[in-house]
């Protein structure tokens, strides 16, 4: 077993795909994914874009990835990584591979002289939740996420 992280190519828009819709069936809501091979390609490997991803592969397999982009803390007045999505295939869990992946995460947000490292896990996901803090992550219960979306989005920036 060997694994390995690269950064993604646009040749693995398919796989990236693949492995969002496997995690929205992890995290129960099999019918919330509304990308596309496409959209992949424009906003992840595009012209302009914001978001980065990562393919974990064990002897040349993908087994997993991660999407994260860099926000900005006003306090620390620094960069930081914020990790969107990180997902392992089912029978690719417990070898080191989302370990990799976080480690991984962790040199990048060090070597762009980040701030912080974040991300957030749903509630009920104990066995990610004990991951996170094996590995000297804390959790800020203090946040509370606030998100707007679809037409409620649409409405509010139209209002006059």
């Not at 900005?72 to 370990?99: C, F, H, V």
């Not at 803090?133 to 979306?149: F, N």
Request: hydrophobic residues 40%; negative net charge; proline residues 2%.
């Amino acid at each position: 077993m060997t694994i390995h992280i690269r950064p993604a190519t646009v040749s693995d828009a398919t796989t990236i795909l693949e492995f969002i819709n496997q995690l929205a069936i992890y995290e129960k809501e099999p019918d919330a994914v509304d990308n596309t091979v496409e959209a992949i390609e424009r906003k992840l490997f595009g012209d302009d874009v914001h978001a980065h991803a990562l393919i974990c592969e064990d002897d040349g397999e993908p087994i997993g990835f991660a999407v994260y982009f860099l926000n900005y803390s006003t306090w620390l007045g620094k960069y930081g990584l914020y990790l969107e999505d990180l997902y392992i295939s089912e029978g690719k869990r417990g070898i080191g591979a989302g370990k990799a992946l976080m480690k991984y995460l962790a040199q990048l947000a060090v070597s762009k002289d980040c701030g912080r490292f974040e991300w957030t896990v749903l509630d009920w996901n104990q066995k990610s939740i004990d991951f996170y803090k094996s590995i000297g992550a804390e959790p800020q219960d203090e946040w509370v996420i606030y998100r707007m979306t679809g037409q409620a989005l649409i409405d509010f920036a139209r209002q006059e």
